[in-house]
């Protein structure tokens, strides 16, 4: 059974930084990529950085490109977002997601990120 465990988020000031980590456990399909995805209540989840597994090449949505920083382990179980000078437009719940060849995709439970003004 795949199994993604999400930690790192909180509250902070805005110009503050958080990282979320990601452990992934239970996998036994092929990795297409890994992502990090945000929902607002009564918003949509929209992707907010994505890593693919071929060649570790990242997409990231335009609000976020040069704060946030998504990475992986070389054993692909772990993926972590760092996020730097956090804006209150951040604030969400952030789940990560794991997207396997074959199109199946798996998510974590959610963390909060909250930032102030």
């Known amino acids: 059974q795949v199994r993604l465990v999400e930690s790192g988020g909180g509250s902070v000031q805005a110009g503050g930084s958080l990282r979320l980590s990601c452990v992934a456990s239970g996998i036994t399909f092929t990795l297409a990529n890994q992502g990090w995805y945000r929902q607002t209540p009564g918003g949509k989840r929209e992707l907010v950085a994505l890593?693919?597994?071929?060649?570790?090449?990242?997409v990231y949505r335009d609000s976020v490109k040069g704060r946030f920083t998504i990475s992986r382990d070389g054993t692909e179980n772990t993926v972590s977002l760092l996020m730097n000078s956090l804006t209150p437009e951040d604030t969400a719940v952030y789940y990560c997601?794991?997207?396997?060849?074959?199109?199946?995709?798996?998510w974590g439970q959610g963390t909060q990120v909250s930032v102030s003004s």
């Open positions: 890593i693919f597994s071929k060649d570790g090449g990242t």
């Open positions: 997601n794991f997207a396997s060849t074959s199109g199946l995709n798996y």
